[in-house]
């Protein structure tokens, strides 16, 4: 989605220029179209509120450490794999971007080292109980 990237693109500009008021508002517009990829609208709404309250730490944090930029370019790889239709390449962007971005959110900073990276265990479907089986 060419719109997708253009909001890529502007959060790296702003990212680029340590405008983080700019960047914050283009990274929340960002992350909505990506979620938006999975046509539940629940999910976009329910993420976009959780992220407005918590990301103004963590990105000054990105910010102080001059990895802004970095941050910024981790997603244009993410999207590239969606618009390729690699479901395997995208699935493994998002858990690396899970793994270090919850540890930003929670401590407002990121580990430097591959063992500070916080382990995400993806919930799937297929992990969920069956309710036939739970009433038995």
Known sequence: NPATRCL????RA?????DLRTYFAEDQAFHAAILQY???SRLVDLCTRLRGQTRLKALRSLVDEGRLVESAHEHI????????GDAEGAYEVIMHHLGHASQLWA???EGTEASDAVEVTPLLVRDLPNR???TE
């Open 38 to 40: 999975t046509g539940n």
């Open 107 to 109: 401590q407002g900073t």
């Open 8 to 11: 890529w693109q502007g959060r």
């Open 132 to 134: 036939a089986e739970d």
């Open 14 to 18: 702003a990212a680029a220029e340590g």
């Open 77 to 84: 790889t993410l999207l590239d794999h969606m618009q390729a």
